[in-house]
């Protein structure tokens, strides 16, 4: 399989080299060499079965429109853009192109989410307080991360504030806390390295190009992963 990674920072790289061990042809392309999409011409994005974009929130649309228009097969780990998922999904739609999309490609994450939406059906209206906490790196640009954000919605409609901290190359950390004035419930997911986040996302890849078409959220197809 050939893929296009679009991103050259630390997840980008180590997505490159987690397809290059799964056998997997990769080219590279960093923002310099793709200012505002410009190098993905239909001709070029064909020569490739799979994109996996891990760029920017200003780099990922113009990316998505160019691969999309094209009838592309799109995984995207980038976040902070979700405001226009909407108008991606359409695009995907009308190009007969294949996206997939989520806010963290990591297993545990999934799970936790899945804890999350179970812990808070099972202690609404019972008095619990619930709060989530995240730690990342400090060139993070999206503040709170996006699996802040998917968290936050899982535990619908308990309602739980987010407090995000930036500290130093932290690759994740995120805490749900449930209180009560009898007890606190503590549900945490900590990252060791990107590693997780890369090998979920070319997993990913692997199935998208499986697909005919469509938008696929990866909360959704995990489970179908191999």
């Not at 001709?43 to 200003?58: E, G, K, L, M, Y």
């Not at 993070?140 to 308990?158: F, N, R």
């Not at 004035?181 to 390295?193: G, K, M, Q």
């Amino acid at each position: 399989m050939r893929i296009l990674v679009l991103g050259q920072g630390k997840t980008g790289k180590l997505v490159a080299d987690v397809a290059h061990e799964r056998g997997h042809g990769v080219h590279v392309l960093d923002a310099k060499e793709n200012p505002r999409g410009a190098a993905l011409t239909p001709p070029f994005v064909a020569t490739f079965d799979v994109v996996i974009d891990f760029t920017t929130p200003q780099a990922v649309i113009p990316n998505l429109r160019a691969c999309l228009a094209t009838g592309a097969k799109v995984v995207v780990g980038t976040t902070g853009w979700y405001d226009q998922l909407r108008d991606m999904r359409s695009l995907a739609e009308r190009k007969g192109a294949a996206l997939l999309y989520g806010t963290n490609y990591s297993i545990g994450v999934q799970v936790m989410l899945q804890l999350a939406h179970q812990m808070a059906q099972s202690l609404k209206d019972t008095g619990y307080e619930f709060h989530i906490e995240e730690t990342h790196h400090a060139s993070k640009l999206d503040s709170p991360s996006g699996t802040a954000i998917s968290i936050q919605h899982a535990l619908e409609p308990v309602k739980a504030e987010i407090t995000a901290h930036r500290v130093g190359d932290a690759p994740g950390l995120h805490t749900v806390e449930a209180k009560s004035s009898a007890d606190r419930l503590v549900l945490t997911h900590e990252s060791f390295s990107r590693r997780g986040f890369a090998e979920g996302a070319v997993r990913a890849a692997e199935w998208l190009v499986t697909k005919r078409d469509g938008s696929y959220d990866f909360s959704e197809i995990f489970t179908q992963l191999k």
